[in-house]
Nanobody, 125 residues
Framework: VQLQASGGGLVQAGGSLRLSCAAS????????VGWFRQAPGKEREFVAA????????SYEDSVKGRFTISRDNAKNTVYLQMNSLKPEDTAVYYC???????????????????WGQGTLVTVSS
């Protein structure tokens, strides 16, 4: 599975961006796909995840109500719609996919098998 993340950019606080994670090499239909982010000088952290078969979603508390993860199985793509962006959302955003991710590990980066290259999101104040 190869993952290609895109959609990052520079936006003012309060603005919106939509990130895309396109998969190739496999339909990864049974995978969990997650978004993680890493800000300068900080550890990588969980943002959101979706189970492609059931549509089950999970969000990090600070993005609940602002970010929405969704999937388009026909396009083999997962999206992260980010609204009401804040300067603290500035980071490199990575998408990841895992075949056997259990619910209790959905926020753990170590549970994911494949990673995209990252896309930079910069939110100015």
């Amino acid at each position: 599975v190869q993952l290609q993340a895109s959609g990052g950019g520079l936006v003012q606080a309060g603005g919106s961006l939509r990130l895309s994670c396109a998969a190739s090499g496999s339909t990864f239909s049974s995978y969990v796909v997650g978004w993680f982010r890493q800000a300068p000088g900080k550890e990588r952290e969980f943002v959101a995840a979706i189970r492609r078969t059931t549509g089950f979603t999970s969000y990090e508390d600070s993005v609940k109500g602002r970010f929405t993860i969704s999937r388009d199985n026909a396009k083999n793509t997962v999206y992260l719609q980010m609204n009401s962006l804040k300067p603290e959302d500035t980071a490199v955003y990575y998408c990841a996919a895992g075949r056997g991710v259990i619910l209790s590990a959905i926020r753990d980066a170590r549970a994911y098998d494949y990673w995209g290259q990252g896309t930079l999101v910069t939110v100015s104040s």
